[in-house]
T-cell receptor
Framework: KNEVEQSPQNLTAQEGEFITINCSYSVGISALHWLQQHPGGGIVSLFMLSSGKKKHGRLIATINIQEKHSSLHITASHPRDSAVYICAGLIIQGAQKLVFGQGTRLTINP | GAGVSQSPSNKVTEKGKDVELRCDPISGHTALYWYRQSLGQGLEFLIYFQGNSAPDKSGLPSDRFSAERTGGSVSTLTIQRTQQEDSAVYLC??????????FGSGTRLTVV
C-alpha cells in the first residue's frame, strides 16, 4: 500500500467548475505538500500544510490530521489550471524525504 | 541564481555509457534532493543530502547510481553503464528547512 494515495487519477471539468482533489496518507507523515506539474514543465510547490487550511488566489488546501486526509480545491477553474497535481508527504526519520502520490491529471475545458 | 538549476535539460545517451547530471541548488539551501519520474510513473525519491551529514542513499535503485555534493552546494548524479530503464526525468530540489522545497526543471534522460 502506498503511503500517499490520491484521487481521482484523472479529472476533466468545464471552465468555472469547482474542483476537488483528495489525498490520504499514512502514519509517519509530518506534513503534506501540494505540487503542480504542467505538461513538459517543472514542478511548482503550491502549499505545505501540517494543520488547518491555506489559501492562495483560487487555490485552497485543507488538511485533517485526525483523518490523515488533505484536499486541494480550485474555485472558478480555468483552462490554464490544467496540469498534474501531486500530493507529497514529508517523512522525517533522521533524514527527510518526500513520498509522492501518483498525481491527478486535471483538464479544464473552455 | 534565483532558482534550482539543472543541466543538461535533455540528454540522449547510448546504452552502456555513463552520464552525469548536475544540480545547482539555491544558494544557502542546506538540503538537496534527487528524485526521478519515469514515463507514466509517479515521482521516486533517490537521495538526500543535508549539510555535512552522510547522505541518505536509500532510494538509489542500484549500485550503478551514485551522487555527490561538493562544498555543500553543487551536486552531481552519476549513472554508470546506463540501461534503457534509466530513461526518466531526473529532478533536483533544495530546501533551507524541511518545509520549503524548490524544484529544478529537471533533466530528461533518454537511453537508446
Amino acid at each position: 500500500k502506498n503511503e500517499v494515495e490520491q484521487s481521482p487519477q484523472n479529472l476533466t471539468a468545464q471552465e468555472g467548475e469547482f474542483i476537488t482533489i483528495n489525498c490520504s496518507y499514512s502514519v509517519g507523515i509530518s506534513a503534506l505538500h501540494w505540487l503542480q506539474q504542467h505538461p513538459g514543465g517543472g514542478i511548482v510547490s503550491l502549499f505545505m500544510l501540517s494543520s488547518g487550511k491555506k489559501k492562495h488566489g483560487r487555490l485552497i488546501a485543507t488538511i485533517n490530521i485526525q483523518e490523515k486526509h488533505s484536499s486541494l480545491h480550485i474555485t472558478a477553474s480555468h483552462p490554464r489550471d490544467s496540469a498534474v497535481y501531486i500530493c507529497a508527504g514529508l517523512i522525517i526519520q533522521g533524514a527527510q524525504k518526500l513520498v509522492f502520490g501518483q498525481g491527478t491529471r486535471l483538464t479544464i475545458n473552455p | 541564481g534565483a532558482g534550482v538549476s539543472q543541466s543538461p535539460s535533455n540528454k540522449v545517451t547510448e546504452k552502456g555509457k555513463d552520464v552525469e547530471l548536475r544540480c545547482d541548488p539555491i544558494s544557502g539551501h542546506t538540503a538537496l534532493y534527487w528524485y526521478r519520474q519515469s514515463l507514466g510513473q509517479g515521482l521516486e525519491f533517490l537521495i538526500y543530502f543535508q549539510g555535512n551529514s552522510a547522505p541518505d542513499k536509500s532510494g538509489l535503485p542500484s549500485d550503478r547510481f551514485s551522487a555527490e555534493r561538493t562544498g555543500g552546494s553543487v551536486s552531481t548524479l552519476t549513472i554508470q553503464r546506463t540501461q534503457q530503464e534509466d530513461s526518466a526525468v531526473y529532478l533536483c530540489a533544495s530546501s533551507l528547512e524541511a518545509y520549503g522545497y524548490t524544484f529544478g526543471s529537471g533533466t530528461r534522460l533518454t537511453v537508446v
